[in-house]
Protein backbone atom coordinates (compact mmCIF):
# COMPACT_ATOMS: atom_id res chain seq x y z
CA UNK A 1 0.00 0.00 0.00
CA UNK A 2 1.39 3.20 -0.82
CA UNK A 3 1.61 5.74 1.60
CA UNK A 4 2.25 9.76 1.10
CA UNK A 5 3.84 12.33 3.24
CA UNK A 6 5.15 15.80 3.30
CA UNK A 7 8.90 15.78 2.67
CA UNK A 8 8.83 18.19 6.25
CA UNK A 9 6.80 14.68 7.60
CA UNK A 10 9.33 12.39 6.09
CA UNK A 11 12.44 13.93 7.48
CA UNK A 12 11.43 13.94 10.84
CA UNK A 13 10.54 10.50 10.55
CA UNK A 14 14.20 9.79 9.01
CA UNK A 15 15.63 11.47 11.95
CA UNK A 16 13.57 9.36 14.41
CA UNK A 17 14.43 6.36 12.70
CA UNK A 18 18.31 6.93 12.66
CA UNK A 19 17.99 7.24 16.80
CA UNK A 20 15.21 4.10 16.80
CA UNK A 21 17.87 2.14 14.88
CA UNK A 22 20.98 2.99 16.98
CA UNK A 23 18.88 2.12 20.08
CA UNK A 24 17.42 -1.22 19.09
CA UNK A 25 20.66 -2.15 17.65
CA UNK A 26 22.21 -1.37 21.11
CA UNK A 27 20.31 -2.80 23.18
CA UNK A 28 19.83 -6.41 21.18
CA UNK A 29 21.62 -9.42 22.04
CA UNK A 30 21.45 -12.22 19.53
CA UNK A 31 24.11 -14.46 20.97
CA UNK A 32 24.12 -15.25 24.66
CA UNK A 33 25.09 -18.61 26.53
CA UNK A 34 23.99 -21.03 29.66
CA UNK A 35 25.22 -24.38 31.63
CA UNK A 36 24.25 -27.42 30.21
CA UNK A 37 22.72 -28.04 33.18
CA UNK A 38 20.55 -25.23 33.31
CA UNK A 39 17.66 -24.50 31.33
CA UNK A 40 18.10 -20.46 31.16
CA UNK A 41 20.66 -18.74 29.08
CA UNK A 42 22.73 -16.38 31.27
CA UNK A 43 22.88 -13.15 30.38
CA UNK A 44 18.82 -12.59 29.65
CA UNK A 45 17.46 -15.22 31.74
CA UNK A 46 14.80 -16.81 30.00
CA UNK A 47 14.76 -19.98 28.12
CA UNK A 48 16.17 -21.09 25.12
CA UNK A 49 13.34 -21.17 22.99
CA UNK A 50 11.96 -17.59 24.12
CA UNK A 51 15.48 -15.96 23.70
CA UNK A 52 15.73 -17.33 20.22
CA UNK A 53 12.19 -16.03 19.96
CA UNK A 54 13.33 -12.36 21.24
CA UNK A 55 16.63 -12.73 19.16
CA UNK A 56 14.70 -13.12 15.68
CA UNK A 57 12.11 -10.38 17.03
CA UNK A 58 14.61 -7.93 17.17
CA UNK A 59 16.84 -8.65 14.55
CA UNK A 60 13.47 -8.31 12.04
CA UNK A 61 12.51 -5.11 13.64
CA UNK A 62 15.95 -3.64 12.69
CA UNK A 63 15.80 -5.12 9.42
CA UNK A 64 12.64 -3.90 8.97
CA UNK A 65 12.95 0.15 10.25
CA UNK A 66 16.54 0.24 8.26
CA UNK A 67 14.04 -0.83 5.12
CA UNK A 68 11.55 1.84 6.30
CA UNK A 69 14.23 4.79 6.65
CA UNK A 70 16.01 3.50 3.13
CA UNK A 71 12.52 4.31 1.77
CA UNK A 72 11.76 7.59 2.71
CA UNK A 73 15.53 8.28 2.30
CA UNK A 74 15.49 7.60 -1.51
CA UNK A 75 11.96 9.14 -1.59
CA UNK A 76 13.59 12.41 -0.50
CA UNK A 77 16.47 12.38 -2.58
CA UNK A 78 14.12 11.97 -5.45
CA UNK A 79 11.95 14.69 -4.57
CA UNK A 80 14.99 16.93 -4.41
CA UNK A 81 16.11 16.31 -7.39
CA UNK A 82 13.14 16.43 -9.24
CA UNK A 83 11.74 19.48 -7.29
CA UNK A 84 12.57 23.02 -8.60
CA UNK A 85 12.52 26.36 -6.44
CA UNK A 86 13.07 29.98 -7.41
CA UNK A 87 15.55 32.68 -6.10
CA UNK A 88 16.07 35.88 -7.21
CA UNK A 89 19.51 34.47 -8.10
CA UNK A 90 18.37 31.84 -10.27
CA UNK A 91 16.18 28.89 -10.42
CA UNK A 92 17.61 25.03 -8.64
CA UNK A 93 16.42 21.61 -8.11
CA UNK A 94 16.17 21.47 -3.93
CA UNK A 95 18.88 18.83 -4.10
CA UNK A 96 21.42 21.77 -5.83
CA UNK A 97 19.64 24.06 -3.03
CA UNK A 98 20.82 22.54 -0.46
CA UNK A 99 23.76 21.85 -1.88
CA UNK A 100 24.60 25.20 -2.44
CA UNK A 101 23.72 26.40 0.92
CA UNK A 102 25.40 23.55 2.38
CA UNK A 103 28.83 24.44 0.70
CA UNK A 104 28.30 28.42 1.07
CA UNK A 105 28.27 27.64 5.17
CA UNK A 106 31.16 25.77 4.85
CA UNK A 107 29.11 22.46 5.62
CA UNK A 108 29.31 20.70 2.92
CA UNK A 109 31.62 17.41 2.45
CA UNK A 110 34.86 20.30 2.18
CA UNK A 111 33.88 22.01 4.95
CA UNK A 112 35.06 25.78 4.65
CA UNK A 113 37.07 24.82 1.83
CA UNK A 114 34.39 25.48 -0.74
CA UNK A 115 33.01 28.33 0.37
CA UNK A 116 34.53 30.32 -2.60
CA UNK A 117 32.06 33.16 -1.94
CA UNK A 118 33.51 33.57 1.45
CA UNK A 119 37.53 32.98 0.56
CA UNK A 120 36.98 35.60 -2.36
CA UNK A 121 35.42 38.51 0.07
CA UNK A 122 37.65 37.78 2.42
CA UNK A 123 40.69 38.04 0.52
CA UNK A 124 39.09 41.15 -1.45
CA UNK A 125 39.11 42.38 2.16
CA UNK A 126 42.58 41.69 3.40
CA UNK A 127 43.88 43.19 0.17
CA UNK A 128 42.58 46.51 0.13
CA UNK A 129 43.04 46.77 3.94
CA UNK A 130 46.75 45.58 3.36
CA UNK A 131 46.98 48.18 0.42
CA UNK A 132 45.19 51.09 2.07
CA UNK A 133 47.58 50.55 5.53
CA UNK A 134 51.13 50.15 2.78
CA UNK A 135 49.92 53.52 1.03
CA UNK A 136 49.17 55.35 4.35
CA UNK A 137 52.83 54.28 5.85
CA UNK A 138 54.45 55.38 2.31
CA UNK A 139 52.81 58.79 2.12
CA UNK A 140 53.84 59.70 5.63
CA UNK A 141 56.95 58.43 5.44
CA UNK A 142 56.72 60.71 2.08
CA UNK A 143 55.69 63.18 3.93
CA UNK A 144 58.62 63.26 6.70
CA UNK A 145 60.99 63.15 3.73
CA UNK A 146 59.62 66.44 2.16
CA UNK A 147 59.22 68.13 5.09
CA UNK A 148 63.22 67.66 5.60
CA UNK A 149 63.39 68.78 2.32
CA UNK A 150 61.48 71.89 2.96
CA UNK A 151 63.66 72.93 6.02
CA UNK A 152 66.78 71.91 4.62
CA UNK A 153 66.13 74.47 1.57
CA UNK A 154 64.74 77.44 3.95
CA UNK A 155 67.19 76.90 6.62
CA UNK A 156 70.28 77.55 3.98
CA UNK A 157 71.19 81.20 3.46
CA UNK A 158 69.97 82.31 0.10
CA UNK A 159 69.52 85.35 -1.71
CA UNK A 160 66.52 83.35 -3.88
CA UNK A 161 62.99 85.21 -3.68
CA UNK A 162 60.90 82.99 -5.38
CA UNK A 163 59.70 80.08 -4.51
CA UNK A 164 60.80 77.45 -6.88
CA UNK A 165 62.65 75.48 -4.44
CA UNK A 166 60.21 74.82 -2.87
CA UNK A 167 57.83 74.07 -6.20
CA UNK A 168 60.43 71.20 -6.51
CA UNK A 169 59.77 69.73 -3.18
CA UNK A 170 55.90 69.50 -4.01
CA UNK A 171 56.79 68.26 -7.22
CA UNK A 172 58.80 65.70 -6.13
CA UNK A 173 55.45 64.63 -3.71
CA UNK A 174 53.46 64.82 -5.92
CA UNK A 175 55.40 62.05 -8.18
CA UNK A 176 56.13 59.58 -5.06
CA UNK A 177 52.95 60.08 -3.92
CA UNK A 178 50.95 56.51 -3.55
CA UNK A 179 47.54 56.27 -4.78
CA UNK A 180 45.35 52.99 -4.87
CA UNK A 181 44.88 51.26 -8.30
CA UNK A 182 41.18 49.99 -7.96
CA UNK A 183 40.19 49.23 -11.60
CA UNK A 184 37.08 47.09 -9.76
CA UNK A 185 35.70 49.65 -7.30
CA UNK A 186 36.59 46.78 -4.32
CA UNK A 187 34.37 48.44 -1.78
CA UNK A 188 31.13 48.78 -3.76
CA UNK A 189 32.04 45.05 -5.15
CA UNK A 190 32.46 43.89 -1.53
CA UNK A 191 29.16 45.16 -0.19
CA UNK A 192 27.53 43.75 -3.50
CA UNK A 193 28.59 40.26 -2.96
CA UNK A 194 27.72 40.33 0.49
CA UNK A 195 24.80 41.25 0.01
CA UNK A 196 24.01 38.64 -2.93
CA UNK A 197 25.69 35.96 -0.29
CA UNK A 198 23.35 36.96 2.32
CA UNK A 199 20.26 37.09 0.16
CA UNK A 200 21.08 34.28 -1.47
CA UNK A 201 21.37 31.89 2.16
CA UNK A 202 17.83 33.74 3.06
CA UNK A 203 16.34 32.74 0.13
CA UNK A 204 17.23 28.98 -0.28
CA UNK A 205 16.50 28.53 3.63
CA UNK A 206 12.50 29.68 2.55
CA UNK A 207 12.26 28.37 -0.16
CA UNK A 208 13.48 24.87 1.04
CA UNK A 209 11.66 25.19 3.89
CA UNK A 210 8.52 26.11 1.93
CA UNK A 211 9.08 23.17 -0.62
CA UNK A 212 9.22 20.52 2.23
CA UNK A 213 6.27 21.85 3.59
CA UNK A 214 4.05 21.56 0.37
CA UNK A 215 5.26 18.87 -1.43
CA UNK A 216 4.25 15.46 -1.34
CA UNK A 217 6.84 12.07 -1.55
CA UNK A 218 5.15 8.45 -1.82
CA UNK A 219 6.66 5.07 -0.10
Known amino acids: MTERLLVTQALDERDLLVKRIADKIA ?8 KNNEDKVAGAR ?9 AAAAY ?6 MARFQKIDAAIVASNAATKIRTSYGEFTVAGA ?27 QNTYAEQ ?6 KNRQLQTTAEGMR ?16 EVVEA ?6 MVLVDPLEILKLIEALKEKRE ?3 RELDTQIKVSNATTYIEI
Open 27 to 34: KATFVDSM
Open 46 to 54: VDKETFARD
Open 60 to 65: QQINDL
Open 98 to 124: ISLRNRIRGQGIYRDRADFEGALLHRM
Open 132 to 137: IAAIDT
Open 151 to 166: LSILGKDTKVKDDKPL
Open 172 to 177: YVRENT
Open 199 to 201: TLL
